[in-house]
């Protein structure tokens, strides 16, 4: 009981297990798209190359179960930078230690002008994010922004470095519905090469991270791989291993996956892997058929074009307009992005495109911060 | 393969788990037990006479593969439970219990908040505890939250030989648990023990189904056959029925 992640992970080699998801056959897939009841190695089956003709198929069957479990909407949430001061390299990342850009902290001005615009777009699920930088933005300011901004928003998730149970803890007390800390890649040597400098290069810290917020008693828990980084294939594996293991010790916490592609910055890292989009929609229709109730998310780093067709075939989550600088609202629009994103609509022209496709966009799904 | 069951420190090679309760003689019911090859068996506390070591039921079935699983029948709270293992600790040497708790005299069924309480108090107190429960999801995470080693969720009121009649919650159970699946009471034909083990349950406990059969010992073979076919066919990964999606637009050509 409550083994931690690291304990299972450790039995599985990388090698063997993108082999293993390669050599899936036609029949494995048929068998998968079959059931009703789908294990991992099922889910190997429908990210292996053997289901790219089966694509339409899975994006039918993912279409129909989001909608038998979600109905018609689409949540709607938006992130705030706030500070993109950051002690760690990460070979991806415009904030990066290393990179000579201006960097800022939002002060409680700031904060509350950026959260009245949100406001005024109607967002009343607000996602905070800042770099690792623990003498500025610690657990102290985090919290401090929280309680700053906790009576507007009907809940607040956090985009943070990992932290302790304790401090989990504490958070959550002041009124912390989710967390979202992605593993970046399950490579644990490729890993080191993007992590090179920083507390973030502890590999393992990270991987165990859910497990600190699944006996913190935290309400949601996204997870997720930056793909891109490494093959998309064996790290889908591995979010997947990663979501069955905590659903089943943490099963009292939500859960949600993410997708996000590497996306150009300053200083510009070539993914190594190419995901295309169809890779890409492969990887989520086969979250999907793992799993009929967890939610998946989408952020802005798509294209319009992607997204507006996206929103059919399984995701549950959707920001717009998101800006990826702090202050990147009002206080500062000019100042360094942590990534381009990519698609630029307003959120009023999201919500219509989502009406216009029969979806109900919606602002708030639950209260938290009574 | 080697295909073993473990709970808690014992493996365990047949998934067949049996009681003793309802056969016409103890002959015949060791000859069943024997021809069944359950190496789990287990014996209602309240019916066993731990002084007497002439017991008869007990001497028919006492084989060095054999382990004896009494289990808290007939007890209405979780007091009452926890005393009844402690007399069986001492009585029959062992610390695992089968957890039964059921106050209501005509369908038995068992007492989730008296099970949960008992569940973990009994943990505390050292013992392996199996406890007998409905097929209720969020009770067998409850239990494996306080240290339950398995759980024995019911297919069907006990003694009804009905079958799997919890079939969409033993579902979920078994995909949600981190803990062996047993599933218990209501399984009335081999079918429905085979079906327990399709669907990946880890073992499956029959009594009344072999015990007041025309020729219980047949009928022990023919659960045994039937449970590990059940469960190879489990391992082999069974196709299943094709749900066939509804024809709709194509929602990827705008991948091309
Ligand atoms: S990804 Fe996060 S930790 Fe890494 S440099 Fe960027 S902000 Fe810092």
Redesign the interface.
Known sequence: ?NTSFQTIFDTYNWEMTLNSINAKTAQDVE?AL????RDL?DFKALISPAARPY???M???S??ITKKRFGNTIQMYVPMYLSNECQNICTYCGFSMTNKIPRRTLTDADILKEVAFLKSKGYDHILLVTGEANKTVGVPYIKHAMELIKHQFSNITIEVQPLHQQEYEELIEANLYAVLVYQETYNRAEYKKHHPKGKKSNFDFRLETPDRLGRSGIHKIGLGALFGLEDWRADSFFTALHLKHL???Y?KTKYSISFPRLRPHSGGLEPKVEMT??DL?QTICAFRLLDDDVELSMSTRESE??RN?IV??GITSLSAESKTNPGGYVVEPQSLEQFEISDERSTEAIAKMLQENGLEPVWKDWENTW | MNDLLTIADKTFQSRLFTGTGKFSSNQLMSDALMACESELITVALKRVDVNNEQDQMLKSIMRPHINLLPNTSGVRNAKEAVFAAQLAREALETNWVKLEIHPDPKYLLPDPIETLKAAEELVKLGFVVMPYIHADPVLCKRLEDVGAQCVMPLGAPIGTNKGLKTLDFLEIIIEQSNVPVIVDAGIGSPSHAAFAMELGADAVLVNTAIAVSQKPIEMAKAFKMAVEAGRIAYNAKLATVKHHAEASSPLTSFLN
């Open positions: 009981m068998f079959a059931k009703t009841k190695e694509l339409e198929q994006a039918q069957q279409r129909l659903q089943k010790t099963w989009d169809s929609v074009t992607f067709h059919h075939l």
